[in-house]
């Protein structure tokens, strides 16, 4: 290979890969996300029915969150709607990072209903309130538990499909707002036996545990903006190009997400020796394994570096 067509190779690279595939799982993610906020809205608006007539503080609680993870589908359905849109001259990425800041958006709703809650259960600890119509609460407790469970499963199923991490990480908060849910029963059932401040006590837990999501979500989104990206994946690119045989070295590489996409980039080493027409398909050959092994990448960068002649 002549130094001049060398040159050009390593300094233009090879990319392939659009954010054309991609479009059917995006419209998949609308979809999970379009009737898992139909499901919450139910669950919430008989929830709010049953609080009225209740005036559980436990049930507030749940009933308060459930709101804001059913909530939390808008950003998200939004992100999804801009990822559809094709890349244009000021954004060539596209808009995948969308995604992103909608996480930022969801950790903040449950931020807020995280203090919404806890005002609600100090208030009723410090002032309590007789709870009416206990079996309503049981009732209500246990639909809010079927209605996040259902979600969650959804959510994590399709999540995991299309690989977007926002989706399978709201399908988990949804799964644990479905316990939140079984507290309240416990709560309830503590008022039956006659300990009244089991109810307030519930909800100030529910609390905390909606505080430890508020964490966990925030180390999560906070990596994604920061380009950060999980150590397994970049482990089965290295993988994914040791089936690539004519590659002598692997030099470098980078990923990072936009949105459910995963972009990466390559460095590797051939022989000074081959053709560019060769250098070409090594470059295409890494692509394709690379794409093969993961699924959620969707633009690999590969870029040839000569070796030495002997």
């Given at each position: 290979m002549d130094k001049k067509n060398l040159k050009e190779i390593r300094s233009h690279g090879h990319s392939h890969g659009s954010i054309d595939p991609s479009i059917a799982t995006t419209r998949k993610g609308i979809w999970a996300v379009k009737w898992s906020f139909i499901i919450l809205m139910i669950t919430f608006l008989i929830q709010v029915v049953i609080v009225i007539f209740t005036g559980s503080v436990a049930l507030l609680a749940d009933t308060i969150h459930n709101l804001g993870d059913a909530v939390t589908a808008i950003p998200l359905g939004i992100a999804f709607l801009f990822a559809l849109r094709k890349p244009s001259k000021r954004f060539t990425y596209g808009f995948g990072r969308v995604e992103d800041l909608a996480g930022v958006i969801i950790v903040m709703i449950i931020l807020f209903s995280a203090i919404v809650a806890g005002y609600q259960a100090v208030e009723r600890i410090l002032n309590p309130v007789p709870i009416r119509n206990i079996w309503a609460v049981i009732i209500a407790s246990i639909i809010g538990f079927?209605?996040?469970?259902?979600?969650?499963?959804?959510?994590?199923?399709?999540?995991?499909?299309?690989?977007?991490?926002?989706?399978?990480?709201?399908g988990y908060h949804a799964r644990i707002d479905g316990f939140t849910s079984l507290a309240v029963l416990f709560g309830a059932i503590g008022v039956i036996i006659g300990f009244p401040i089991a109810d307030p006590i519930i909800g100030l837990l529910i609390t905390l545990t909606i505080l430890k999501i508020v964490w966990d979500s925030v180390r999560k989104v906070f990596t994604r903006l920061?380009?950060?990206?999980?150590?397994?994946?970049?482990?089965?690119?290295?993988?994914?190009?040791?089936?690539?045989?004519?590659?002598?070295?692997?030099?470098?590489?980078?990923?990072?997400?936009?949105?459910?996409?995963?972009?990466?980039?390559?460095h590797i080493r051939v022989s000074p020796d081959i053709s560019v027409t060769d250098a070409h398909r090594i470059a295409e050959d890494a692509e394709h394994e690379i794409m093969d092994h993961i699924k959620y990448v969707s633009n690999v960068v590969v870029r040839i570096v000569p070796g030495h002649s002997d």
């Open positions: 079927i209605g996040n469970e259902g979600v969650a499963m959804f959510r994590i199923k399709v999540g995991k499909e299309i690989g977007s991490a926002a989706l399978v990480a709201d920061l380009d950060g990206v999980e150590p397994e994946y970049l482990d089965e690119i290295r993988h994914s190009l040791t089936h690539v045989q004519e590659i002598n070295e692997i030099l470098n590489i980078r990923a990072r997400w936009s949105g459910h996409q995963l972009l990466a980039e390559i």
